[in-house]
């Protein structure tokens, strides 16, 4: 992500910021990737702080507009995770604009997203998150950090974070709803993560009752990843943008390393997906130094064998250049 400034003063911005120092009040614009004075604010900007420029007075922004359903009694206690799951969504949706996905010109299909409740008015109910059609639906309550820290030692995963889950669920809509119909995209597909027409009920129950295989991890960037062709490309795909928003912001914050072309390098528009995986990696590996140096988890816990690579890279080839976008 980068860092923004403000266009009064200059001074600098974070990607949520709905302010400056100065006084002015500020949105941000998707389509240009920067901040303006504000005119025409999302109509949840009071509601959930989001600071998103809209296009009519009384709109939604285009990020809020993409959500269909928000959690039950949100003007209560679940509206802070409703407001937190709608941050996350708005950096993951600004990193794909980058590649020219979902902004003005982009006339494909986009998602709509289920944003639900455990809690509701009418009790406890289970939300499980997954896409369907179109549809990506995400469980809000793992916006409490507590709640999604305690689901990530249950389920033994060694990275859980909301804008981890939007990028794994926006895998599958890319898949189904964006790339699968394009030339040349399945046949290629399945040479690498294999055929996605296996049973997925079966592959689930299956993974979910024997674990993965032992050697999960000469293919599969996760052990999620070996339950079945679609999961892979999911995670696949979540692990790409990870990389990539990692090297970006990492220029963004003017810091250097030894891989990095110089201070300018766009990862966003880097041609060859494997030299942006391999700098991706790397930083990944040093800022896994730093945070134990903290007793801190690891940012990128991941060990990225050269399948594992190939599907990346393929993921990237799709994503960064228009052959993957195909509009209409």
């Known amino acids: 992500m980068r860092l923004h400034t403000c266009p009064n003063c200059g001074a600098a911005l974070s990607f949520e910021s709905l302010a400056c120092a100065c ?17 025409i604010g999302c109509a949840n900007r009071q509601t959930i702080g989001c600071n998103w420029a809209a296009d009519a007075s009384g709109a939604l922004c285009r ?28 950096w993951v949706l600004s990193n794909l604009a980058r590649w020219g996905w979902f902004v003005s010109g982009d006339t494909g299909p986009r998602p709509v997203f289920h944003l639900l409740a455990e809690e509701t008015g009418g009790g406890s109910v289970p939300v499980t ?27 033994g995963e060694r990275l859980r974070t909301m ?5 794994h669920e926006l895998g599958h809509f890319f898949f189904f709803e964006r790339l ?21 009920g079966a592959a689930l129950e299956k993974h979910y009752r024997d674990g993965a295989p032992a050697d999960w991890n000469a293919r599969h960037v996760t052990p999620y990843a ?32 030894p891989d990095l072309p110089g201070p300018d390098y766009d990862a966003y528009r880097e041609t060859d997906t494997e030299r942006l995986i391999t700098i991706g990696a790397g930083l990944g590996i040093a800022l896994n130094h730093v945070n134990r140096s903290m007793g801190l988890q690891d940012i990128y816990p991941f060990v990225l064998t050269p399948p594992i690579r190939e599907k990346l890279a393929f993921v990237g080839r799709w994503m960064s250049t228009n052959e993957g976008i195909g509009n209409g």
């Open 23 to 39: 006084g002015i009040e500020v949105a941000y614009d998707v389509d240009s990737d920067r901040f303006t004075p504000l005119g």
């Open 63 to 90: 990020s809020c507009a993409t959500t269909e359903v928000i959690p039950d009694r949100f003007h209560d206690e679940n509206r802070g995770p409703w407001a937190e799951t709608e941050q996350a969504k708005r």
């Open 129 to 155: 998150m997954g896409h369907a059609d179109g549809v990506v639906t995400i469980n809000v309550a793992e916006a409490d950090e507590a709640e999604r820290t305690q689901r990530r030692a249950e389920l």
């Open 163 to 167: 804008i981890g889950h939007f990028r």
């Open 180 to 200: 699968a119909p394009q030339y040349g995209f399945t046949e290629r597909f399945r040479m690498l993560f294999g055929d996605e027409t296996a049973d997925y």
């Open 226 to 257: 070996s339950s079945h062709p679609h999961e892979d490309w999911a995670e696949t795909f979540a692990h790409l943008l990870h990389l990539t928003d990692i090297t970006d912001s990492f220029v963004a914050a003017g810091l250097q390393a």
